[in-house]
């Protein structure tokens, strides 16, 4: 859990939308470019991780990405500002995700083998640990003085350049100087962060490995039995249900990160509150990311992995339909939370559902490869956002058919069947 802890900070990218945009002169796609990266490679990183952990265990590919995952991190806040957006999409955004999607899959994997009774529970109990990150590193970083001090400035000139766009002047930019020190405080937040995901992910990674050979508890019979056979990745590839299951992660994915790609930014578009303000409440509602992958994943071992999905999906769909028409600081944060609660719900569920499946034997190359949903994903929903807001001005826009997908969406878990056991020789 601590490893994805450290790992789900990548959640917390709207933190830096607006003082890398107001440090740099960016607009709003070049910054949230850098989380597309990241979530893309996110998705690569999973599927090399989850290959070659099936063959060493979990620690070794864990502390690879780990390192990878902190260096970037660390690299982009030691160059970013002589170097620019380049260095930044290279270091946070490729080297840093790829990372991040290494040391994802295999804790996930992992936790499965040790918790062969109860999928769900245990699988969203450590992913749930990727939704808390953003919910602690929000609460640290938007307590740093120096830090706090360049989101206000940098929310002044973002406001002041928005209110002349919409009034058709032209906006003077000098007025709304960025000081170096305010810019100096922005990326040695991106130091000091990776140097704590270097110590702290790579000691809790040493502890992680796969139960020995033979290892059960009581109920597992039953639930292997229920389970099936395990599939190769190749045998995967060539199934509609993996085409299912991965489509079912895409669209949950791409709603959920349309608003956490810019989260701070849509906040305080509807609200009117500071990048500081809506930086610290999203922190705290940030919490149900981490939550609603532990109580989804629980849920769906009651409620079947196909039903928990379609309540998931109408659920969000009315809170999106709410959402563009709220303005209320308590209303939004709720919707904003309930949003949270059923994206990190998606995590939570999938790889049980993987394994239901397709078996835990591949767990790692079969849900690595699903993962790639997840990056495809990470580029299309802020892609949407950020388009909407750089030509409307608002991300209002964006909400609405994003609803009228998950309604939609709703109804494609009904048509997607666990596959039918292997018939061999034996059985013939």
Known sequence: MVVMISLG?????????????????????????TFELAIFFLGLGAVVGGRWQDRVGPRTVTIVGVLLWGAGSLLAGAGTAAMGKWWLYLTYGIIGGFGNGMAYVTPVAMVTKWFPDRRGLGSGMVVMGFGLGAFIYNQI?????????AAKASTAYIDAKSAAA?????????????????????????????????????????????????????????????????YTPSEVLGMVQFYGLWLLLFLNVTAGILIISNA???????????????????????????????????????????????????????????????HSLAAVALEFAIILLCYGGGFGVMPSFNADYFGTRYLGQNYGMILTAWGLAGVVGPSIAAI????????????VPVAIMLLVAAAIPFFIKKPEPRVTAATT
């Open 9 to 33: 900070t990548v959640y917390s990218w709207s933190l830096f939308t607006r003082p890398l945009q107001a440090s740099f002169g960016w607009n709003n796609q070049d910054v949230t470019l």
């Open 141 to 149: 970083v938007t307590r740093i003085p120096s830090f706090a001090a």
């Open 166 to 230: 919409k009034a058709g002047t032209v906006f003077n930019a000098s007025q709304y100087v960025i000081t170096p020190a305010e810019i100096h405080a922005v990326m040695t937040t991106f130091v000091i962060s990776g140097i704590a995901f270097l110590v702290i992910g790579g000691l809790c990674a040493l502890a992680l490995r796969n139960p020995p050979e033979g290892f059960t508890v009581p109920g597992a019979l039953a639930a292997a039995a229920s389970t099936g056979p395990s």
């Open 264 to 326: 701070v930014p849509i906040y305080s578009d509807l609200t009117g509150a500071t990048a500081a303000g809506a930086g610290a409440i999203y922190g705290l509602v940030a919490v149900c990311n981490g939550l609603g992958r532990f109580f989804w994943g629980s849920v769906s071992d009651r409620l079947g992995r196909n039903m928990t999905y379609t309540v998931m999906y109408l659920i969000q769909a009315v809170i999106f339909i709410l959402l563009a028409r709220t």
């Open 388 to 399: 909407v807001k750089d030509r409307t001005g608002s991300f209002e826009g964006a909400l």
